[in-house]
């Protein structure tokens, strides 16, 4: 079996969509500063954003691991469980962090400027997704997905800040 990682190197198109607009490069998984998991569990750089933000596999395993994302800001959630599903959440909502409390009235707002700029952003996000073979949800379904792995799942996942030993705020809070 192909790994999702080797599939995203191997189909430029794709490998283009993710990077923009999902702000996800492989090639950037350098963390801007020191950090671990409050648990002791193994965390491991994926990917990087044009922000400073890094996306991390979280865990022993394989791209099934949880992924957790930190923010150049010191903020931190854990935002899908395996690569499988990161990648359908930087497809179908590559606006996520503008989306605070995961409603589809949010997306929509974000997904209209992004249109504004990326005419062809749906055509291009179905063809990377056919590239990688996995299956579009709906925009609500990603969204509620989001909703019960950041504030359910994600508790267990807190990043600490490694020098200082303190942990990085939740992306999201408790009220969304």
């Avoid at 993710?18 to 702000?23: F, Q, S």
């Avoid at 395996?82 to 359908?88: D, V």
């Amino acid at each position: 079996m192909t790994s999702l990682i080797a599939a995203l190197r191997a189909h430029e198109e794709a490998a283009r969509f993710l990077a923009w607009p999902g702000d996800f490069d492989p090639d950037r998984d350098d963390h801007v500063e020191e950090v671990h998991l409050d648990s002791g569990a193994r965390l491991e750089a994926l990917a990087g954003d044009g922000a400073g933000g890094t996306f991390f596999f979280c865990g022993e395993g394989g791209e099934e691991r949880p992924v957790l994302y930190a923010d150049s800001e010191g903020g931190a959630a854990l935002v899908a469980v395996g690569l499988p599903e990161l990648l359908r959440l930087l497809l179908v909502v590559p606006w996520w962090r503008d989306c605070p409390t995961f409603t589809v009235e949010e997306s929509r707002r974000s997904a209209a400027e992004y249109l504004e700029d990326i005419p062809d952003l749906e055509a291009r996000r179905d063809r990377a997704a056919a590239a990688l073979g996995l299956p579009l949800s709906s925009e609500a379904d990603v969204l509620a997905r989001l909703r019960e792995v950041a504030l359910t799942v994600g508790k267990d996942y807190v990043l600490v800040f490694t020098p200082e030993n303190t942990p990085y705020a939740p992306l999201f809070g408790d009220d969304a």
